[in-house]
Every structure is written in C-alpha cells, then in structure tokens.
C-alpha cells in the first residue's frame, strides 16, 4: 500500500536556527498536505501542494513539493517557541482512493 | 460554529468492556473520519465515511466499528476492548475526498485501556 515517510522524527533546536523536515512517498501523489499540531492538540492544516515543484511560503515556513511528486519539505526559517509541536505531512493518491495518508510526523522542540 | 466535537475527552475501560466515542461536525461536511494516535506512528485510518448512511474499511480497521446515521455525527465503537487500543483517537471532517479538501480535526479523546 501507499506509504508516507517522515524525517527526522525528532529535532531540538536553539531559538533562531533553522529547521527542515522530509517526507517521501513510495508512490507518485495527487497532492500533499501539511498539518502542525501543538503538544496536547489536535492537528491543524497548514497547506497544501498540488504542483511538480511548487514551493509556497507562509511568513517564516517555505513549503516545497518535489519534482516527481514523491517528496516535500517543510522548512521554518529562524525557529520561535511558538513553532514547537509536531509536522505532519500527509499525501493522497487517486490509486488509492485520495485517502489521506500520513507521515509519522517531526516533533519539534524549541529551546530559548 | 463549533467546528468538529468529541466526545468523551477522556476514558478509562478495563479489558473486554465497550464503549462508544462520538464526532460530530456542523460544518455539513460529507466525509468524516476516524483516526488513532501512537506515539512515532503518526496518524492512522481507523474507519471512514462518504456520506450518512455509508462507512468503509480504513487501514487499520479491526476490533472496532462505526455507525453514521446522520450527516452530522460519526460514532465508533469498540465492542471488546483489548490493551492495544489504548490510543488517542480523532475525527475529522472534509467537504469531500482528495486534493483541495483539508481535514479539520476535533480535540481528541484519549482512551486508556488497563
């Protein structure tokens, strides 16, 4: 079946650097969707990115989705504390009846 | 609009009882589904629906099952419940299936199950 890969599962980081975060999928997709949620919530969506090579922005998060439709990115520039949760991505594929599948997700941790 | 609603938020059963979690959205949303939350495997399928009166089978669909009898509200139950259904669980709900079409989430309930 369709599957979603996330990396890396876990990633700390000091107030101010960088953080990306991976997810392949074993098969071409339809679209991917990006989900954040907060400790202790419920996952929130982000974006989503339906074209060969997209890449769109939303303040400091760059979103990209690959040329082959199997990968994407999500890369949030100059980490605040209000960043912290875990990042999903979640992708769909008509083969498999556009149901979402997603990734094991990024936790984020932010240290100030 | 109170979006996507759960209820209960917290249950603690004992192995081989039942119980029933309830969703339900106003957001006239055809599709709605059920999902399970373990720590490093992300989200995971339980059940879903694409419209009252229908359900299918997600990825990972055994040892529960789910009713839809009105467009508003999807019920999922677990009939025996064993150890390794102890799990977050969450619905949510779309306007349709597929791309352009973001799932919304309720809070959560956190089931234990001893």
């Known amino acids: 079946g369709q599957q979603v890969m996330q990396i890396p599962q876990y990633q700390h980081v000091q107030e101010g650097e960088d953080f990306t975060t991976y997810c392949n999928s074993s098969?071409?997709?339809?679209?991917i969707q990006w989900y954040k949620q907060r400790p202790g919530g419920h996952p929130v969506f982000l974006i989503q990115?339906?074209?060969?090579?997209e890449v769109k922005k939303q303040k400091r998060l760059t979103f990209q989705f690959g040329e082959a439709k199997k990968n994407s990115s999500l890369h949030i520039t100059a980490t605040q504390t209000t960043d912290v949760g875990t990042y999903f991505c979640?992708?769909?594929?008509?083969?498999?009846?556009?149901?979402?599948?997603f990734g094991a997700g990024t936790i984020l941790r932010v240290k100030s | 609009n109170a979006g996507v609603t759960q209820t209960p938020k917290f249950r603690v059963l004992k192995t081989g009882q039942s119980m029933t979690l309830l969703c339900a959205q106003d957001?006239?949303?055809?599709?709605m589904y059920w999902y399970r939350q373990d720590p490093g495997m992300g989200l995971r399928l339980i059940h879903y629906?694409?419209?009252?009166?229908?359900?299918a089978k997600g990825e990972v669909p055994d040892g529960y099952n789910v009713s839809r009898l009105k467009k508003q509200n999807f019920l999922l139950g677990l009939e025996s419940a064993a150890p390794s259904q102890t799990s977050v669980y969450f619905c949510a709900s779309s306007p349709r299936l597929g791309r352009g079409y973001e799932q919304y989430f309720g809070p959560g309930t956190r089931l234990t199950v001893t």
């Open positions: 957001m006239n949303h055809e599709y």
């Open positions: 990115l339906v074209k060969s090579g």
């Open positions: 098969t071409t997709l339809s679209n």
């Open positions: 629906s694409v419209g009252e009166g229908t359900t």
């Open positions: 979640a992708g769909s594929n008509l083969e498999y009846g556009n149901k979402l599948v």
